[in-house]
């Protein structure tokens, strides 16, 4: 469904719609790199678009009746696109501590291309296409990405998992391996950031750390993922609230990150090409389908009915009869169906009234009067037989003038 904005809002609209598919090309290609080398160059710039596409849900809710705008514009479909923009600015809260633990931080970014649809919604728009392709398309659209999401979540909290306890596995028989001795264990291994012995916190040199914030910012960090393995028993919480095992090592998920942005990109790239197929290949297929019917109205609104005569013809059996079958197409069906409703047999293409006295059967050198009276009574009579099909042609022949007096009443 086509929501209108406010009549004052109409510019602001018409500006963020020729705005909108740039931001949703740069975010998507942002949202690719964030799974290769080049994820430090692109943070910042996708919180920035992120944040635009709060601004952007936030003036569109404005402009547009609220509940027409959430519920039949896919007010919603912005809503979940606009997450990350949302949690950037929840950054630090409980409730984004929530959503850390349960691990669905994938999902919050893999969301973001729900925006790819808009892109196709947008232009769309912008060249007046049909509403229907538009809202078909977006269901579609909307439904796999959601499915994908799904699988997100599934690949967050299981495949990633493994793949961490699969590191554990190696790094506590390494420990054994070594007679449990930690400051081995770290001459072994190059990927420990620290580790603690006691409740106490060691550089990789054996210096200890007093710095906490470093310890902070490292497991915060978002270029790169880091895991805390328990080599004993018990955690400990230093005074600026970290949460670390007494006896343990921190390190870098390098390998697990290099294999998780490889499923990533997989599942993106799968994704995109998913989209791309359907906005484009399924719109070819309903926009034809909607030809049809755009044809049938013009050509009744129009009261010409030559181009619909014309189309159908194709459609005629051997019999050279437009008859609707079982199992066929159905918009196939209504063209067929408008075809015979228009048709000379039915229509006539002049007016009904006339076309019920025969008039046109009659030899034009006998139109001489006298067959007046002959026409009046067999326009009673017909009258009679076929009442229904003049309140047809009435109604059909007054609807035009019926909507645009509703219209300009509306307007007052």
Same mark, same amino acid.
């Given at each position: ?207 200890? @750390? *007093?710095?906490?914030?470093?310890? $902070?910012? &490292? %497991? /915060?960090?978002?270029? #790169?993922?880091?895991? =805390? ?95 609707? @079958? *079982?199992?066929?197409?159905?918009? $196939?069906? &209504? %063209? /067929?169906?408008?075809? #015979?409703?228009?048709? =000379? ?68």
């Amino acid at each position: 469904m086509l929501v209108e904005p406010r009549e004052s809002f109409k510019k602001v609209i018409k500006i963020l719609d020729a705005i909108n598919p740039f931001l949703i090309i740069i975010s998507i290609i942002g949202l690719f790199c964030e799974y290769t080398a080049l994820k430090g160059f692109v943070l910042t710039p996708n919180k920035v678009i992120s944040v635009i596409f709060v601004i952007d849900f936030a003036i569109r809710m404005i402009s547009f009746n609220p509940k027409l705008y959430f519920l039949n514009g896919y007010g919603w479909v912005d809503l979940l696109a606009s997450l990350p923009g949302i949690f950037f600015f929840l950054d630090n809260t409980p409730l984004l501590s929530i959503f850390k633990i349960i691990k669905v931080g994938r999902f919050f970014k893999i969301i973001r291309i729900l925006r790819f649809l808009r892109v196709f919604n947008f232009l769309k728009r912008m060249k007046t296409d049909s509403v229907w392709v538009q809202d078909r398309i977006m269901k579609i659209g909307v439904s796999i990405v959601m499915i994908y999401v799904v699988g997100i979540i599934v690949i967050d909290n299981k495949v990633v998992t493994s793949l961490v306890e699969r590191e554990t596995r190696i790094l506590e028989a390494q420990y054994y391996g070594v007679n449990y001795s930690v400051g081995d264990l770290v001459d072994l291994r190059n990927d420990i950031q620290f580790y603690t012995i006691d409740s106490v916190i060691y550089y990789p040199d054996g210096s200890i @750390l *007093n710095d906490h914030t470093k310890v $902070i910012n &490292l %497991l /915060k960090s978002e270029l #790169n993922n880091y895991i =805390e393995i328990n080599l004993g028993e018990g955690f400990f919480t230093t005074k600026d609230g970290i949460k670390l095992p007494n006896n343990g090592v921190v390190i870098s998920q390098n390998k697990v990150t290099q294999y998780e942005n490889y499923i990533m990109l997989a599942l993106l790239t799968t994704l995109l090409l998913i989209l791309t197929l359907i906005i484009f290949y399924m719109g070819y297929v309903f926009a034809k389908d909607v030809q049809i019917l755009q044809l049938i109205i013009d050509s009744l609104e129009a009261n010409d009915t030559m181009l619909l005569k014309q189309e159908a013809e194709i459609y005629r059996d051997e019999n050279g009869e437009l008859k609707v @079958l *079982n199992n066929e197409d159905e918009i $196939i069906s &209504l %063209l /067929k169906a408008c075809s #015979n409703y228009v048709s =000379e047999e039915s229509y006539n293409s002049g007016d009904v009234l006339m076309d019920l006295t025969n008039y046109d059967n009659i030899n034009s050198n006998n139109r001489d009067g006298s067959d007046i009276e002959g026409l009046i009574s067999n326009l009673e009579y017909k009258i009679g037989e076929n009442n229904n099909l003049i309140v047809e042609d009435t109604v059909k022949r007054l609807t035009p003038a019926i909507i645009k007096y509703i219209k300009k009443e509306l307007k007052h």
